[in-house]
């Protein structure tokens, strides 16, 4: 069975940094993409970014996180982590890391994911 297991969330003053992590078992294909979404209280879930595991290319989904957040990924530990810096109080959200063959295009990341993490909580205090 494939898990996605997210953790690295918690409590952070605006400014500061906190880095998360995607642990993905049970994906047999070396070549596969990890998305990272978010879900900020009474708001829609929304995609943030995505990582190519096969040649660590990002796809941004929404500027405000460019310059900002940045994904990298270390195969052998079949780990995606996600860098969030000078984090701000509409950073907040529960976030998700989910599976998919390749990274979508923007306009179409909310379909296809295949597998999804049960998320961890960030909260930036302003």
């Known amino acids: 069975e494939v898990q996605l297991v997210e953790s690295g969330g918690g409590l952070v003053q605006a400014g500061g940094s906190l880095r998360l992590s995607c642990v993905v078992r049970?994906?047999?294909?070396?070549?596969?993409?990890i998305a990272w979404f978010r879900q900020a209280p009474g708001k829609e879930r929304e995609g943030v970014l995505c990582?190519?595991?096969?040649?660590?290319?990002?796809?941004y989904y929404r500027d405000s996180v460019k310059g900002r957040f940045t994904a990298s990924r270390d195969n052998a530990k079949n780990t995606v982590y996600l860098l969030m810096n000078s984090l701000k109080p509409e950073d907040t959200a529960v976030y998700y890391c989910?599976?998919?063959?390749?990274?979508?295009?923007?306009?179409?990341?909310?379909?296809?994911?295949?597998?999804w993490g049960k998320g961890t909580l960030v909260t930036v205090s302003s």
């Open positions: 989910a599976q998919d063959l390749i990274c979508p295009v923007p306009g179409i990341e909310t379909l296809g994911m295949d597998y």
């Open positions: 049970g994906i047999i294909f070396d070549d596969y993409a």
């Open positions: 990582i190519s595991m096969s040649d660590n290319s990002t796809t």
